[in-house]
């Protein structure tokens, strides 16, 4: 079994920065790639980044330029730098991995922006 343990987020006012880890555990046979998603009340879960296993990246046209997405292969850690926060940033942010094959999810980091 496998599992993701999410840390960070918090509070932070327009314009600041924020950075949630999540490390994954467990028999980890192979790490596919990862990724940070971001879901607020009323809507579905938005993937905002993505790293692969070949460091990879790619990002939603929403926080291109702002988040940064990096993985520690060694430690199996994803990390997601945000800078420039906005409101509209404001969600619970859901790390995800695919991990020897099949899918995994954190339990979720609130993140707000708010003034």
């Known amino acids: 079994q496998v599992q993701l343990a999410e840390s960070g987020g918090g509070l932070v006012q327009p314009g600041g920065s924020l950075s949630l880890s999540c490390a994954a555990s467990?028999?980890?046979?192979?790490?596919?790639?990862m990724a940070w998603y971001r879901q607020v009340p009323g809507n579905s879960r938005e993937r905002v980044a993505v790293i692969t296993s070949a460091n990879r990246t790619d990002y939603s046209d929403s926080v291109r330029g702002r988040f940064a997405i990096s993985m520690d292969s060694a430690k199996n850690t994803v990390y997601l730098q945000m800078n420039s926060l906005r409101p509209e940033d404001t969600g619970v942010y859901y790390c995800y991995g695919l991990i020897n094959g099949d899918d995994y999810w954190g339990q979720g980091s609130q993140v707000t922006v708010s003034s």
């Open positions: 467990g028999s980890i046979r192979r790490l596919y790639r």
